[in-house]
């Protein structure tokens, strides 16, 4: 008869992986579980010690987004615009960091003003929180980033680059808005633009009285964005998402509040460069990474459950879920932890740096979650990381057989796509944030 899972039971799983050999030359450095973090009751290896966590850092992102924004809220890009001189119109676009301002989202603006007639602009300006590229969801969710990026360099090319392929692509986005929202987008897109430049908000506020229309385009609701982040594990959103909310300076009073210390202790717990995970490069041959405490880990997982119940949302639509993940596209590392026990009842969080290979989440149990961490200290190899991997699973492995598996989460993944109904362009005076 399998144990009821409890503290004596974390105890048991601390002893049982404390003497299980290693077989791989990563070495399993740290590792926590418990019931109720928030009450102090962890149990494990090095359970105090901070070390890099690298993509587990988008929990705290997401912790810190839904906590200060709620699960429903919408980043807003507003199009402004004026007649030109030419008898056209000057477009200026102010952006909010928008995780997911892509190809797709521009697809979806540009039908918008095609149908209002507007296809030939005579300039189109941005501001510097428009933070556009054509693909976020594959080579630039990798990436190393600064916490800048892209800079105004970047969005003019990508944007001057996006103009000459404007309908490349474009019948997929045109299925999934008729599809998934009943929007019927227009059969081609056009638009031509003999200037394309960065304008900073300061420098267009001594315009703006000059541009009489504005419209809103509002983005698909932040918990929508937070699970994709995750799935896909997706530096760039990251990034966005937490510089949207002031960056590291804003997130360490605000941490220090959530989990109760003075704001001169939090640095013993936990330490944030950027909301991705990965690298921060300071000066050549000197990078810092995210650290945090293996408990540290575990609370803020706590606390993130606790504010998605609280605004009736649930931990399955932030967190990827094993098992559950949209057919033909790529689930995530966490499917390399998947299997027939924790289909369903494990959601996670993984992530590699150079000297770690990390995963944070929840088991769901008969008796409510366990919370769960592993840091395991790794070289900078490929082969370092995939045994890194293989210790990792073995743990949880252990860990899935010494449990009694509680309910599955009732979830079905959905495509994702950065608009909805909602993303339809508004009057911006008329219309307040949902």
Request: with cysteine.
């Amino acid at each position: 008869m399998m144990k009821k899972p409890s503290y004596v039971c974390a105890a048991i799983l601390t002893l049982a992986l404390a003497t299980v050999s290693q077989a791989f030359a990563a070495e399993l450095k740290i590792f926590c579980h418990s019931n109720d973090p928030l009450q102090g009751l962890v149990t494990g290896q090095n359970v105090d010690l901070i070390y890099p966590i690298a993509s587990v850092s988008k929990v705290m992102t997401a912790h810190w987004a839904v906590t200060s924004k709620g699960v429903g809220h919408r980043f807003q890009t507003i199009f402004h615009f004026r007649k030109s001189p030419a008898g056209t119109m000057d477009l200026h676009v102010a952006g909010s960091r928008d995780p997911y301002t892509d190809q797709v989202m521009f697809q979806f603006v540009v039908s918008q003003l095609n149908q209002s007639e507007i296809k030939k602009l005579n300039r189109i300006s941005f501001d510097e929180n428009f933070k556009f590229r054509r693909d976020i969801r594959n080579g630039a969710a990798k990436k190393y980033m600064e916490n800048f990026e892209p800079g105004p360099k970047t969005v003019k090319f990508q944007l001057e680059q996006m103009l000459k392929a404007l309908n490349a692509d474009y019948e997929y986005t045109r299925i999934k808005a008729s599809a998934y929202y009943g929007i019927e987008l227009s059969k081609t897109l056009e638009l031509t633009a003999l200037e394309v430049s960065h304008l900073t908000s300061a420098e267009f506020a001594k315009e703006a009285k000059e541009f009489s229309n504005s419209k809103k385009y509002s983005s698909i609701p932040l918990a929508r964005i937070l699970k994709e982040m995750n799935r896909n594990s997706n530096n760039h959103a990251a990034t966005q998402i937490f510089e949207a909310m002031g960056g590291a300076a804003a997130y360490k009073p605000f941490i220090a509040k959530q989990l109760k210390l003075p704001e001169d202790q939090v640095q013993k717990h936990i330490r944030f460069y950027n909301g991705s995970g990965n690298r921060l490069d300071l000066a050549p041959n000197k990078s810092v990474y995210n650290q945090a405490s293996c408990r540290t880990m575990l609370k803020v997982q706590q606390l993130l459950n606790l504010e998605l119940t609280r605004q009736k949302s649930g931990i399955e639509k932030v967190i990827s879920v094993a098992g559950r993940f949209v057919p033909n596209e790529d689930p995530g590392f966490i499917e390399f932890y998947a299997g027939e026990k924790t289909e369903g009842i494990l959601l996670a969080k993984t992530g590699t740096v150079g000297p770690a290979v990390t995963i944070g989440g929840q088991v769901m149990t008969k008796s409510g979650p366990l919370y769960f961490g592993y840091i395991a200290a790794t070289k900078l190899s490929e082969q370092d990381w995939a045994e890194a991997r293989e210790t990792i699973k073995e743990k949880i492995d252990l860990m899935m057989s010494e449990i009694l598996p509680g309910p599955k989460f009732d979830y079905v993944p959905l495509q994702f796509v950065p608009f909805d109904k909602s993303s339809l362009f508004s009057n911006q005076s008329n219309q307040k944030d949902k």
